[in-house]
C-alpha cells in the first residue's frame, strides 16, 4: 500500500519547535507532524539526535529515524552558544508550541525559560517531559523510560510469578509521556483558542505517565492492602484471559466476558462448563480460574494455531496469535487499514514503515515528507527569521549553525 494523497492535515498552520532528543519529546512531535503540523526540530550540529545512531542502521542513518522524525525539518544549532540560544528564541517566538525533555533546568540555564519566552510570545504552549516532573524532590534526578516504567508501577506487574521483572521489548514509558504530552497540547491550543489565546506550560513526567495507566493498582490497595503481583500472561481477576499452548505456537484467549465464555466453552466442547450456574459470572470463574485454564489448554495443545482461530472465530470468542514484524507486515488487515506504508529515505531507500494512528476520516494523517539529513533545513527556516546568505554563513563560520 503507498502513502495515501495528500489532504489539508487538522494541524496545518500550527508550528511546533523540537528541542528535544531520543524518543519522548521527539514522539510528541511527530505526532503533531503527521497531522500537518510545521515541526521544526532543533539539533546539535555535528552528531544531531542520538536516536539517528540507535538500533540499526542503514547508510549510516538508524531505521528507527526514518520513522521518529518523518513529516519534521531539521535546523543543527548550538543551544549553547549564546547566539544559538537567540536564534532559538526568535524561531520560539513565532511558534505555537514548544517540545523539550531534557533535564529539569537545563532551558532556564540557557535563559530559555517559560517566563523568557512568553514575554515574547504569550500564547506558547510549552510541553516539558522529564523523568519526575518539574517539581518535587526527584525533579534533578535523571529519568529514562525505563525508570519511568518502575517507578510507575508498571514493571512490577511483568513478568512471571516469582522471577526478575522483565520489560516489556519496547520503551513503553517515553511512549506514554510523548501521548500524554500531545493530549496536554492540544487541551491548551484548544483553552488558548477559547479562553483569552494565552499559552501555559504542560508538565510531564515519565513515572506519572505509566502510572496513569495503571488501572485498578491504587484503589484496590487503598480499599483492600492488596498489592496486584505479576501473573505471567493472565489478567488477574478477569477469567478466563490468557495466552494457550497449540501443537505449532500459542494462541491468546479472551472469554472473559458472560456469553462469550458460553460460547467459548461450547466451542472446546466443554458445556458442562458453560452451563455451570457457578461459572455465570466473573467472580465465581476467578475462583476457578485454573480449573479453567486447563480446560482450554488441554484442547488447544492438541490443535495448531490455524485451527484454534479458524474454530474460535466461527464461535465469535476474542482470539488472537502473537505477531511478530514480519507476520504484521504480511498480515491483509494491517494492509487494507493503510498501517503499512512505504517510505523513501533521503537516500533513496524505499522502507515499510507504521501508518498514522489515530485515523481521522475528516482531515487524515499523513506522511508528507521523510525525515531529514542533519542541518537539512537550516538556510529555509533561518530565511524564515529573515537571515540573508551573508548572515548565516558567518554564522556556520562561528559554528553556531550547521
Known amino acids: 500500500m503507498s502513502i495515501p494523497p495528500l489532504t489539508p492535515g487538522a494541524l496545518a498552520g500550527l508550528r511546533v519547535v523540537e528541542m528535544g532528543q531520543l524518543i519522548a519529546g521527539p514522539f510528541a512531535g511527530k ?41 519534521k525539518r531539521s535546523i543543527a544549532l548550538d543551544l549553547r552558544n549564546p547566539e544559538g540560544q537567540g536564534i532559538a528564541r526568535e524561531l520560539v517566538a513565532k511558534a505555537d508550541v ?79 509521556a ?27 513526567a515519565l513515572t506519572e505517565a505509566v502510572f496513569n495507566v495503571m488501572e485498578s493498582l491504587i484503589p484496590e490497595y487503598s480499599a483492600f492492602g492488596a498489592v496486584r503481583e505479576p501473573a505471567g500472561s493472565a489478567l488477574p481477576g478477569i477469567a478466563p484471559s490468557n495466552a494457550y499452548r497449540c501443537s505449532d505456537g500459542v494462541v491468546l484467549v479472551a472469554g ?31 475462583a476457578r480460574v485454573e480449573e479453567l485454564d486447563r480446560a482450554i489448554g488441554a484442547w488447544t495443545v492438541t490443535r495448531s494455531v490455524d485451527q484454534v482461530l479458524g474454530q474460535l472465530g466461527e464461535a465469535r470468542v476474542p482470539a488472537g496469535r502473537v505477531y511478530t514484524a514480519k507476520d504484521i507486515v504480511e498480515d491483509p488487515h494491517y494492509r487494507a487499514r493503510d498501517m503499512i506504508l ?16 489515530p485515523k481521522l476520516l475528516g482531515t487524515p494523517g499523513s506522511i508528507r515528507c521523510s525525515a531529514p539529513n542533519l542541518g537539512d533545513d537550516t538556510d529555509a527556516v533561518l530565511g524564515e527569521l529573515d537571515y540573508t546568505a551573508q548572515d548565516i554563513a558567518a554564522l556556520r563560520e562561528r559554528k553556531v549553525v550547521a
Open 31 to 71: 505526532t503533531l507532524g503527521d497531522f500537518g503540523a510545521d515541526v521544526i526540530k532543533i539539533e546539535a550540529p555535528g552528531a544531531g539526535d542520538p536516536l539517528r545512531n540507535w538500533r540499526l542502521i542503514q547508510d549510516g542513518t538508524s531505521v528507527w529515524w526514518q520513522v521518529q522524525s518523518r513529516n
Open 98 to 176: 514548544l517540545i523539550e525533555n531534557f533535564r529539569p533546568g537545563t532551558m532556564e540555564g540557557w535563559g530559555l525559560s517559560y517566563e523568557a519566552l512568553a514575554k515574547d510570545n504569550p500564547g506558547l504552549v510549552m510541553l516539558r517531559i522529564s523523568g519526575y516532573g518539574q517539581t518535587g524532590p526527584y525533579r534533578d534526578l535523571p529519568g529514562f523510560g525505563a525508570i519511568g516504567e518502575a517507578m510507575g508501577g508498571l514493571r512490577h506487574l511483568t513478568g512471571e510469578p516469582g522471577h526478575v521483572p522483565v520489560r516489556c521489548g519496547i520503551s513503553i514509558g517515553d511512549t506514554l
Open 178 to 204: 510523548a501521548l500524554h504530552g500531545t493530549i496536554g497540547v492540544l487541551t491548551a491550543l484548544y483553552h488558548r483558542k477559547v479562553n483569552g489565546g494565552r499559552g501555559q506550560v504542560i508538565d510531564v
Open 256 to 286: 472473559n466476558g458472560d456469553s462469550i465464555f458460553k460460547r467459548l466453552m461450547q466451542a472446546i466442547g466443554r458445556d458442562d462448563l458453560g452451563n455451570d450456574p457457578a461459572l455465570a459470572g466473573n467472580a465465581g470463574r476467578v
Open 342 to 357: 512505504k517510505q523513501q529515505t533521503r537516500n533513496g531507500h524505499e522502507l515499510d514503515v507504521p501508518g498514522v494512528v
